[in-house]
């Protein structure tokens, strides 16, 4: 059973709330794969092969995903597959940090990770709390 209650008060699911916030990031982010598909590509090395159908792939996989965090029964499916898409992607941002690509911050360099792989781990501990976890897990038992 999901408890309904949190600082905003009774009445809202947290867990819920939090799965729609990924969802609706997972939507902007996807949407950047499809209005930004060249400046991507450049975040991969030249080696990788068809970049620019690769970009669209993985931005309709970020729509599935995005999805999937709006149906409440493939949340937590949703969020082992953000894990590992965010883990997955983490390699080109620091690719493209190296390379100084024009994209995003990239261009700042290697000082980018510096805000970039924090801001990861805040995006996955978000994905774990709000839908991997068990529901109950990690909650003060009352006393």
Not at 84 to 107: D, S
Request: hydrophobic content about 55%; overall charge positive; aromatic content about 14%.
């Amino acid at each position: 059973m999901v408890a309904k209650v949190g600082w905003s008060g009774p009445g809202i699911d947290l867990r819920s709330a939090g799965a729609l916030g990924l969802g609706l990031l997972f939507v902007f982010t996807g949407i950047g794969h499809f209005t930004l598909a060249e400046p991507m590509a450049q975040m991969l090395p030249q080696w990788v092969p068809a970049r620019i159908p690769l970009i669209y792939l993985t931005g309709f996989l970020e729509f599935a995903i995005a999805i999937a965090f709006f149906v409440p029964r493939t949340r937590r499916l949703a969020g082992w597959l953000a894990a590992v898409v965010l883990v997955l992607f983490f390699p080109a941002n620091v690719y493209a940090a190296i390379e100084r690509v024009p994209m995003g911050g990239h261009a700042w360099g290697p000082v980018y990770l510096l805000v970039c792989a924090p801001l990861q781990v805040a995006i996955l501990a978000w994905v774990y709390w709000f839908t991997i976890r068990e529901p109950g897990s990690g909650r003060p038992t009352g006393r």
